[in-house]
């Protein structure tokens, strides 16, 4: 497992120096200031990591596999620094958002230039660029489906679970498919494995999202602090917060009732355990992952052994 | 003439026609309502126009050009909904703005979405989509730039007529130069006969700027009010502001000292003729027009009767 660590860890440096090494001009600096402060941002680089498995475990070529994956980590830094600006968060990767540093219009404009960097780099593939660039960009459209349903979702208190889930598979799964199809895309597979990795990659990310829900309440107790219960006393829309909605509606309506009590946050916690949502929803997530398993195991000819090793990692990581 | 203007017709309604037909999804509302509203406003449609004209001209699939053709549009489209919002803007098209008719959230998404669509269109290319994807992806990039001039630009007074050329080059020139050059690369051309395009479109596109300048002023006396005349006193840059104020620093800075004098319009108006520089400007875009028909007669096999037409109705347009 060191090894593994160790590759996970190699990866990620190079992508984080090619994407300080990507040829961005000085001027103009209203655009191009913006979009080399997003570079150098802490992100954690999951989903270009994961393309450089999906690849190896094709047997892909490395230097392409390195463009798909710059590509892929631009494209989720452009919908990012777009969402920031739609949900007014005001911090990303450690740092502030570009909308907050500068203004919406620089971060507009930053968003833009980032999604045409992506596109130039997937058109200098050398192979099967069409099918590739086809995906992306189905998966990008996908992506702001998913956005668009967090909106709608809004301080909306009748949604589902299901509807939450359609949301998610938006937002996070159809990227990380396209992480795991687009290599498989490059080297030619079959539609039925192309199939498999996309249903692998969703599972993932609907795993990864649902555990992102239950880190925010359970992984880090110091950081927990008045700002995130009282988002959930908003209206912040979570599968633990749908299901004590749906399942436990007069409870849930008391505990929230005072979105600026100050043990708000240990209650909610401690509801959540109580009722069974915590371990109903990390059931959730450990049978998407189980999915996702299942779905590599359906692939013929592979070498799944990291990729398998990258689902373990994304199921246990604790930040 | 007659049959000429009924082609330019005639592509533009299959243009409208086509845009309609695109499969726009129902849902989410929130993303594609949004999208069909653009596509329905009455824009001119010179870029698709410019597309199938150049495509034309090198006897390029018709199949092929449209879907040029609907990128083109799409992504000029795509950056006046973002734009829009930059600039305040509240109209596009004869009708609200999408931040204006819904809000900024909502056209940051619909634009993105936009560019997507383009993007997938262009992915359907059967020949050649690799290189035809990087030249429209960098014209996005320098749309971009052109944008970002733009906004630093905003209330600089010290601003030349380079910086300005250099600022509409990128931020019209560029996609004109790309609605020529993209059909040209479809049918392989020589890199020679690439770049004469390239220089025919950015011409044209600098031309129809600053014609588009001189129209602002003199165009329409009848909706000459006194919005573009404050809208001048407070910092808009055109061609002729920057002439007035680097020739005439100081009867010029008399006459828009009062932004809401009721005859301000009339006076600029006639500050530029009895100056000199409405025709100073009138010849610039005259050498403009000229420069690109120029660039025409270099390209060897050219049906170039329909693409100089194009050049005489986009120099003789009145609004």
Redesign the interface.
């Known amino acids: 497992m060191a090894s593994f660590l160790e590759l996970i860890s190699f990866i990620r440096t190079e992508v984080n120096r090619d994407l300080t090494r990507l040829p961005i001009p000085e001027k ?5 200031n913006p979009i080399r402060y997003v570079l150098r941002g802490k992100g954690k680089r999951f989903r270009p990591i994961l393309v450089h498995l999906a690849g190896r475990a094709n047997h892909a070529d490395p230097e392409s596999l390195m463009k798909i994956a710059l590509a892929v980590e631009l494209l989720h830094n452009f ?1 990012l620094v ?1 969402d920031d ?2 949900d007014n968060d005001d911090m990303r990767h450690g740092q502030p958002a570009i909308h907050t540093k500068w203004d ?3 971060a ?2 930053a ?3 980032i ?3 992506a ?2 780099l ?4 050398p192979d099967r ?3 590739i ?2 995906f ?3 998966a ?2 996908e992506v ?2 998913g ?3 967090d ?2 979702f809004e301080n909306d208190v009748s949604i589902t679970e299901d509807q939450y889930l359609e949301m998610i598979g938006k937002k996070t799964g159809s990227l990380l498919g396209a992480c795991a199809v687009l290599p498989a895309t490059l080297i030619g597979c079959h539609q039925d494995d192309i199939d498999h990795f996309d249903q692998f990659g969703r599972a993932l990310g609907n795993g990864f999202q649902i555990h992102d829900d239950l880190l925010e309440i359970y992984g880090n107790p110091e950081d927990m602090g008045k700002s995130l219960g009282s988002d959930i006393a908003e209206g912040k829309q979570t599968m633990m917060v749908i299901k004590a909605r749906n399942q436990f509606e007069k409870e849930w309506g008391e505990i929230i009732a005072d979105s600026t009590a100050p043990d708000l946050m240990e209650k909610i916690r401690s509801f959540f355990t109580k009722s069974g949502i915590e371990s109903e929803t990390k059931l959730m997530a450990e049978s998407y992952f189980n999915s996702a398993r299942k779905s590599l195991d359906k692939i013929n000819d592979l070498n799944r052994e990291e990729l398998n090793g990258f689902v373990n990692l994304v199921e246990n990581r604790t930040y």
């Open positions: 103009p600096a209203y655009l191009y919908t777009h600006i739609m919406d219009s620089t507009i404009l968003g833009d230039g999604n045409a960097i596109q130039i997937l058109s200098g593939l660029s069409n099918a660039c086809r992306f960009n189905q990008t459209l702001c489906e956005q668009a349903l909106k709608e």
